[in-house]
């Protein structure tokens, strides 16, 4: 009897441990999970922003503020209100960006370029794995408390733009996300506090 | 017996003469058929569009089954291989490689394409807000589009180049090149280099594309391929099919019309030599139409030969009258009436000589000249062939009883006024609805090849081109200034959304002036350099960064002028190429216009372009809606058609009138016939259908087939003594059998021109032999037995 359920445990342990190993590439922590239910479980978000961006072509950073909107699950708007006023808009895959009178319309499959930008944010904001692992390679670190996940972008020819995306957190907030570039630009976007509506 | 042998040498000598010309003659199955003769100024560039134009050398490709990686290769590889085939000027599928060298393209040229290069560009205030608006652009998203461009176009040309081509409702992209928007098919799109007329052009680029498909299919292993299909449409394709359609149906309908008639003839008869006899006539006027056609038109159209089958229904009509009614009263008594029938089909058919409609007109001259022939023979040369000894079966018999059973019928023809009723009844109700005036109407392509063709046109964002601005000009370069010119006009109706957008060879390959004055808007080295150490105050930006835009503007400066060689190798040559055409008076430029939204434009956006063009008083341009101008093509074709069948009823009657000079008797000639038509319309209209032109001129033609019947009605009542009652309605009734039939079978051709006739002709003279039955003057009495005049 006993020799039965030692057994019995032995093969439930490995066959989890088959099916973490499969279902997870390296972040194969509950934290991550549980993360990710977290973040999934908010609706809607709205704060401002400040991002700071340092291209090498430049002799002083660029630098701009605005607010930053998110509804569950796939609408994700960025308004920049200073220096210039402008408004990105990812809905249902589709980029609409803003500025004066103009609009453009991009879908965002079709401008592999544009996607890791956008997408990382707003898989994040939505805790869709899928969607995370669709487009980068997924590193989980710290706890639920604050972490930080490091996307590297899978497809090889994007890899000339966007080297890694560092997104931290705590619990189902994001604080920043820092963005490096091949060619050594970087960016970093600060979250600030929760605007109440 | 020496005039028989006169006669038949004369035969001889026409048919000889006339299959000589046959032998020589153009044959043709393009759309010719249905383009005006004598065509007007809007006409005329409608036909060149037709034949010509952009959209008439369009073919879709998809590629179906396997998976989008398989499709994707596919596509590529057959890409390839066209784009080495001369038969193609631009054949596009979406991938990397060929939209690299389009963004090459405009890159390069930048400078000489973008609206924007002014002078005021290049000031130091200009420079400072492009390159502001740039940076601005650099912190966004799509920033990553445009940093790799950045040093060497601060300014932004190449995004206002591509933003004045507009997002455009391209294909979706997968696997790297275009797809469905289901993702299930894999598209391509491929622009012929000979015109869309030149259908033997086409046939030889659509068999390319099939066999660089197959040649691409043996590159993948069997397994990976499987379930891989090509799918093509396109106006070249629908050309060709539709020459093969009419090639298909003229040779199977002719064929199963003449076996059928011989089989029909041979029961009837009982005698190979009587069938042998009456082909004859039938052939020697089949002979005769189309040499006549082939004289008076440049060419003679498959259609026309298509029709040629009406004319065994009526030409066989004569040698059955001549045999069964006996070789006795030939000359006195049936040629007189068949001579009169041969008139009035003649009066009928020479109304449509003067028809604008070449098909219709060709139709006219080949039935006269055919009609006239088979006549003759039948009259001349067919009764000195017929052996003493040639006995066929006696039909007085069956003759006999055909009479009692007509005798009876006539008991309830008072029913008869019930017809007419009710055949007015259905042509009220349908009132609405009675014509067809769109041309599709005779479109022989399948319906589900239509919807195809639709289909793929939105997934792959090639929407049919409807609406077209075509400026005309002396020489290619003014036609590229005036789309230049109008473009700026159209430009501002885009922006307040009036029009969706609209395409011009301008944008790829503007005018040399435009050229010659963007360039003189570069500063020169040393200016631009200061200048730009002046704009950039300000922004966190240094001057040394930009050398490569100070050497891209000189480059620029100096360099020639972009020509038609440039777009070689891009798939903007098709853009620019296909925009620009020769025309009869020297050059036009094509701006294709699209509507915001959906495919029609609004009447009041179609008014504010006009106003637009009309404002522009140094460029000849007219706007063209080519679904309105051929729709409005073929309902000027019916309505000439309908008055030119009155004229010919009128011209039937009024010969009636002559030979017969009696009101009374032109009456009972003319009614059945009338009725014959009504109630025929009134069933057509009950049934669902909606008439067109062919049905139109089946009506023409079951007066002038019919006209047969009643007149040898009329001769029975009005001669007791000229032959045979019997034996006369034995052979109309043999007659109207092989009319039937022959108009039957057309009936069921999938070609809708040949289909409506027959439908019309096949129930409509079988009525008018039933009423010329029942209305005629009874018979004389049966002691008037069959005798000699």
């Known amino acids: ?197 | 017996m020496t005039r028989p042998g006169a006669a038949g040498l004369i035969w001889a000598l026409l048919v000889i003469i006339a299959a000589a010309i046959v032998a020589r003659a153009t044959y043709t199955a393009d759309l010719s058929a249905f383009l005006p003769r004598s065509p007007s100024a809007t006409q005329r560039l409608l036909i060149e569009q037709l034949r010509t134009g952009p959209a008439a050398r369009l073919i879709l490709v998809a590629l179906e089954g396997a998976d989008a990686r398989t499709r994707a290769r596919l596509s590529v590889q057959l890409a390839r291989q066209l784009r080495s085939d001369p038969r193609f000027i631009a054949v596009n599928n979406g991938d990397a490689a060929s939209l690299e060298r389009d963004r090459e393209f405009l890159f390069r040229h930048r400078y000489l394409l973008s609206a924007t290069v002014t002078p005021q560009r290049f000031t130091v205030t200009g420079l400072h807000a492009a390159i502001a608006d740039s940076l601005d652009l650099l912190a966004s998203p799509e920033g990553a589009l445009v940093k790799p461009l950045f040093t060497r176009d601060p300014t932004g040309e190449t995004l206002t180049i591509l933003e004045a081509l507009g997002p455009g409702p391209g294909p979706r992209t997968s696997e790297g090149v275009w797809s469905s928007r289901d993702g299930a098919r894999a598209l391509l799109i491929a622009q012929t280099r000979a015109a869309g007329s030149d259908i033997d052009a086409q046939q030889a680029a659509c068999q390319a594309i099939r066999r660089a498909f197959a040649a691409s299919l043996a590159t993948i292993p069997a397994a990976e391929r499987r379930g891989t299909a090509l799918l093509m449409s396109g106006p070249p394709v629908f050309a060709v099919a539709s020459r093969a359609l009419i090639k298909g149906e003229v040779m199977r309908l002719s064929g199963l019309s003449a076996a059928l008639t011989a089989l029909l003839l041979l029961c009837v008869y009982r005698s190979p030599p009587a069938l042998l006899l009456t082909l004859v006539p039938i052939a020697s006027g089949a002979l005769a139409g189309i040499a006549a056609v082939a004289l008076g038109f440049d060419a003679v159209h498959g259609i026309t030969l298509g029709f040629g089958i009406t004319l065994i229904g009526e030409a066989v009509d004569y040698s059955i009258y001549l045999f069964i009614q006996g070789a006795a009263h030939w000359r006195h008594s049936v040629w007189p009436t068949i001579r009169l029938g041969v008139l009035t089909s003649i009066c009928g058919f020479a109304a449509l000589l003067p028809s604008a409609f070449p098909g219709l007109a060709q139709l006219g001259l080949y039935s006269v000249t055919g009609l006239v022939a088979a006549a003759l023979v039948t009259r001349f040369v067919l009764p000195g062939w017929v052996p003493r000894t040639l006995a066929i079966r006696d039909l007085s018999a069956p003759g006999e009883r055909l009479a009692r059973a007509v005798q009876k019928l006539r008991g309830v023809r008072s029913a008869l006024v019930l017809a007419p009723l009710l055949a007015g009844a259905a042509l009220y109700v349908h009132r609405g609805t009675l014509w067809n005036r769109e041309l599709s109407a005779l479109n022989p392509i399948p319906a589900a090849d239509q919807a195809l063709d639709e289909q793929l046109r939105a997934q792959a964002g090639a929407p049919d081109v409807r609406y077209l601005i075509v400026a005309s000009a002396p020489d290619r370069e003014s036609a590229l200034a005036a789309a230049q010119t109008l473009g700026a006009r159209l430009t501002p109706l885009v922006a307040q959304g009036v029009l969706g957008g609209f395409e011009s060879p301008a944008r790829f390959l503007p005018p040399l002036a435009v050229q010659r004055t963007r360039r003189a808007s570069l500063p020169a080295a040393a200016e631009l350099s200061a200048r730009l150490q002046q704009a950039l105050a300000g922004l966190p930006l240094s001057a040394t960064r930009l050398q490569p835009f100070l050497l891209d503007v000189e480059r620029a400066r100096t360099a020639p002028a972009l020509t038609s060689a440039d777009l070689e190798g891009t798939s903007l040559a098709a853009a620019a190429e296909g925009l620009l055409a020769r025309s009869a008076g020297g050059w036009s430029a094509l701006l294709p216009v699209s509507a915001v939204a959906s495919a029609d434009l609004s009447g009041s956006a179609v008014a504010r372009v006009r106003a637009a063009l009309a404002q522009e008083r140094s460029v000849h341009a007219a706007l063209l809606d080519l679904k309105d101008e051929t729709d409005r093509l073929y309902s000027g074709y019916l309505s000439e058609a309908v008055k030119l069948a009155v004229a010919g009823f009128g011209a039937i009657m009024l010969l009636l009138w002559v030979a017969l000079r009696s009101l009374v008797r032109v009456a009972r000639v003319v009614a059945p016939l009338a009725l014959s038509v009504l109630v025929v319309a009134g069933l057509l209209v009950a049934l669902g259908e909606r008439l067109t032109i062919l049905h139109v001129v089946g009506m023409l033609l079951i007066v002038a087939v019919g006209s047969n019947y009643a007149l040898f009605f009329d001769r029975s009542s009005a001669r007791p003594r000229s032959g045979s009652v019997p034996l006369t309605l034995a052979s109309l009734l043999v007659a109207n059998i092989a009319t039937v039939l022959t108009f039957g079978v057309l009936a069921c051709s999938r070609l809708p021109v040949l289909a409506d006739l027959g439908s019309t002709v096949a129930p409509g003279t079988l009525l008018a032999l039933l009423f010329s039955a029942l209305l005629a003057r009874p018979p004389a009495p049966p002691d008037a037995a069959p005798g000699a005049s």
């Open chain 1, 1 to 197: 009897m006993r020799l039965q359920r030692r057994w019995v445990g032995v093969a439930t342990t490995l066959a989890l441990a088959a099916a973490c190993a499969a279902s997870a590439q390296a972040s194969a922590t509950p934290a991550f999970d549980e993360l990710l239910q977290l973040l999934a479980a908010r609706r809607h978000g709205h704060v401002t922003f400040t991002e700071v961006q340092q291209l090498a072509m430049l002799d002083r950073p660029l630098k701009s503020s605005g607010e930053l909107l998110y509804d569950a699950p796939d609408r994700l708007e960025k308004r920049t209100l200073k220096p210039k006023a402008r408004t990105l808009v990812l809905e249902h895959g589709v980029l609409t960006a803003r500025r004066g009178q103009r609009s453009y319309l991009m879908e965002l499959r079709e401008y592999p370029q544009v996607a890791p930008f956008v997408e990382s944010i707003r898989a994040t904001l939505a805790g869709d794995r899928a969607a995370l692992e669709r487009l980068f390679r997924v590193q989980f670190d710290g706890t639920l408390a604050h972490w930080t996940l490091l996307l590297v972008p899978l497809d090889t020819t994007l890899a000339g733009a966007v080297t890694d995306i560092r997104i931290e957190g705590e619990r189902d907030v994001i604080r920043t996300v820092q963005i490096r570039h091949s060619d050594g630009d970087r960016s970093l976007l600060t979250l600030g506090p929760e605007i109440p509506p």
